[in-house]
């Protein structure tokens, strides 16, 4: 019977700690959440400006469907493509200072539209080993060949480079590894991609309105720029909303027009999203005090931990993981909070390496001081 299969299989996850469930909340996303009838101080989103019940947004959302309606009704390519759509790609092209942009339903659909529609078989994607999930599916829909490299490992990566000597080349990356923190050296990757004649398609998930200057991404907190850098942000997590955009040359939108299957075959998302987030752009461009706040509990959360038995991961940005190691423990650890009201989720393989269960500890502009003091301090009791 395929079910005695099927029961069998999430019996041994469970038995190894892995078996994945959800929780269902009754209040909007903040700091303050109630799960199951139960009030939570939460560390576990990825809304880092506190924007995704923002009373601007929600009124920016109520408008946009007051004057366009609740659903697109079709494709982009059809007749689904709206002048919210069209401004919002526009601004976000000119934010993070490419030509042109295009907008995607969710940033897994972007990641595998780009990479099938560039790549093909006998072109070489190049990956860091611990990329996001959307972007390992991506290589294998493209056909392309596949060459991983150790995260971070720039030395592997010139290497692989250079072995490569046929076909289109596209090095991926997260610009900030979503389950690390750490910001990846796009700098030198794009002085790899020059010297090989490569593309470099950065996923910056979790740096777009959170990094670089008014919050324009990792391509301004490097401060560098390049026509063979095909960028990517969602807009689901410091943005606040939902979806995704890739912004490039023209000539690469173009193509994604023609032959991304995640854009073309789908509906598009309904407009008044894109009305909410051309206000959320204008909060991100103005929303220095919320990322000066949000370094500021960066620091108070590394500061309060140092001396744990367990160490937070080297990382500067609103992602603090910390490295537990067993999924046990882990999960354990993440009960122990629970019962405190304090809710971190516990990350185990194969969203991370094994041995490498941590909790992901994610702070917000919408936490406040005495928030983290509360983790802090209950952290420290369930080490004695
Ligand atoms: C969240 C995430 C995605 C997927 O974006 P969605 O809009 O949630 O589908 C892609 N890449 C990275 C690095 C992410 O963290």
Known sequence: MPFSELHQELAERAAQGLLRVRRTLTTPQSPHIEVDGKSYLAFCSNDYLGLANHPQLIS????GAQQWGVGAGAAHLVSGHFEPHHLLEQQLAAFVGKPAALLFSTGYMANLGVVQALMGKGDTVFADKLNHASLNDAMLLSRADVKRYRH?????????????SAGRKLVITDAVFSMDGDIAPLREMLALCEQHDAWLYVDDAHGFGVLGEQGRGSLSHFDIASERIIYMATLGKAAGVSGAFVAAEQVVIDTLINHANSYVYTTATPPALSSALLQSLQLIEHGDELRAHLLRLVARLRNGLAGLPWSLMESDTAIQPLLIGDNQHAL???AALRERGIWVAAIRPPTVPQGTARLRITLSAAH????VERLIEALHELAC
Do not use: R, Y
């Not at 920016?60 to 408008?63: G, I, V």
């Not at 971070?152 to 490569?164: F, H, M, P, V």
């Open 332 to 334: 354990e650890l993440s």
């Open 152 to 164: 971070g490992d720039l030395a592997q990566l010139e290497k692989l480079l250079s072995e490569t």
């Open 368 to 371: 406040t001081e005495g928030d």
């Open 60 to 63: 920016a959302l109520q408008q």
